[in-house]
């Protein structure tokens, strides 16, 4: 049993169980991380209380092991059970509401785990925007039911540092704003990720609720697999602090949907261009790393557009790495110009320097991260970038990383969130 007192309030809580949903697989480190490091701060607030994870399939395959080995890393009594109801393609299916309930007539089902349950946290990274134009709007919906079910049961529930929006509703849709605006109302705890997210809640969704600005959980996730790096630099021939990292994605949300024809090759070439210029001004090699596998696509696409001999200095690692092998990775690199925004974090947990590049199609995570940090002039949206301007930053932070007070910035934010937490849980 977890008891913790509420210091602002004297009043004594008990935590038996608490249900993360959901557990996001392997398939994207970024996902991957974000589970772990969930579970790691709220040990650190409630260490003995059970923790059961629904994983985000209801079907059990090698995914759904291999996130149980790694979750088990933590701690074996971790439980880990499948996802009580069958997930679908982004469409509207009324069969998704019986299911629910013929899950609740089933008292082995996974769903008593959330009924027995007396803390439901929504564990995740981008899943609460909308957008009509954008498939992927009707999964992320029906993902939010196991805190429609808290609320109908009156089990207390909350949202761990998430990205919020964009919200674009059309008229028709309206009942889906108000659906959020009462499910955020009556979190018992609201927590953004970036200042940007909570601006798109206040502006967007206007509802009477409670909003926290916090941190990503992967940065509670630390680097311990040096030797995987060292194996990684030795294969791929770099040498430690010889090489810049990068990470590229040239998708809109999700891996699947795609940039226009012209807007890719627009921003491909930008890419390639300071590919180039680091190789020319630096004499680095350039590690492409793909944390998700549509990323080594992207690489390609990219470096091809570079002459023979600066091609043979870009690397593309392709390889399914932990995100603490990441992050030992990226310990070793000079710099991380990142794309992928749990690039970014793996960085900075290990000290290493970053650049953010995004565009509009992916939201407000690099953006908002980067802003929240004050590194404002790291940050370049893709559409406008000017290579020249990037490249002035580039040879800045080079030479001026200590400026950037990277672990006393990051250290700060991880106890804000463990103390908003505590208070707020």
Not at 178 to 194: C, H, I, P, Q
Not at 280 to 305: A, M
Not at 357 to 378: T, V
Request: proline letters at 3%; a positive charge.
């Amino acid at each position: 049993m977890a008891q913790v007192k509420n210091k602002h309030d004297g009043e004594e809580k008990t935590i038996n169980q608490i249900l993360l949903t959901y557990c996001w697989g392997n398939a994207n480190a970024g996902d991957k991380v974000i589970t772990k490091g969930t579970i790691l701060s709220l040990r650190k607030v409630y260490p003995d209380a059970k923790i059961v994870v629904w994983h985000i399939s209801s079907k059990k395959d090698s995914n759904f092991d291999e996130s149980k080995a790694y979750l088990q890393e933590i701690d074996s009594n971790i439980k880990l059970v499948l996802n009580p109801v069958k997930s679908y393609s982004d469409s509207f299916h009324l069969s998704f509401i019986p299911m629910i309930c013929k899950n609740l007539l089933n008292k082995k089902s996974n769903l008593y785990e959330l009924l027995r349950s007396d803390l439901v946290i929504f564990n995740c990274g981008h899943y609460f925007f909308w957008d009509s134009k954008l498939p992927g709007k009707w999964t992320k919906l029906r993902a939010s039911y196991p805190l429609f079910l808290a609320k109908l049961f009156n089990i207390p529930y909350g949202i761990y540092p998430h990205s919020f929006g964009p919200f674009e509703f059309r008229l028709y849709q309206l009942p889906i704003k108000f659906y959020y605006k009462n499910l955020f109302s009556d979190a018992k705890f609201l927590f953004t990720r970036e200042s940007l997210s909570k601006e798109f809640l206040k502006k967007q969704i206007k509802g009477n609720f409670k909003v926290q600005n916090l941190i990503d959980s992967g940065f509670f996730v630390e680097e311990r697999e040096s030797e995987e790096a060292e194996r990684i630099l030795s294969k791929y021939n770099l040498e430690e602090n010889k090489f810049i990292a990068m990470t590229i994605r040239l998708s809109k949300r999700g891996s699947s949907e795609k940039l226009s024809s012209e807007k890719y090759e627009k921003y491909a070439n930008k890419l390639s261009l300071i590919i180039d210029k680091i190789i020319d001004e630096y004499q680095y090699k350039v590690g492409l790393v793909c944390q998700v596998p549509s990323d080594k696509i992207h690489s390609q696409n990219v470096i091809k557009k570079l002459d023979e001999k600066k091609r043979e200095k870009c690397k593309i690692i392709d390889e399914k790495l932990s995100p603490e092998t990441l992050e030992a990775f990226y310990n070793k690199s000079r710099l991380l110009i990142g794309m992928r925004f749990h690039s970014l974090i793996f960085a900075l947990n290990v000290g290493t320097p970053v650049m953010g590049i995004y565009y509009h199609h992916i939201g407000p995570k690099i953006s908002g991260l980067m802003e929240d940090f004050r590194w404002e002039n790291l940050e370049f949206d893709l559409e406008n970038l000017e290579v020249e301007n990037f490249m002035n930053e580039v040879n800045y932070i080079l030479n001026n990383e200590m400026e950037l007070k990277i672990e006393e910035k990051v250290e700060k934010r991880k106890k804000e969130l463990i103390s908003k937490f505590e208070r707020e849980s």
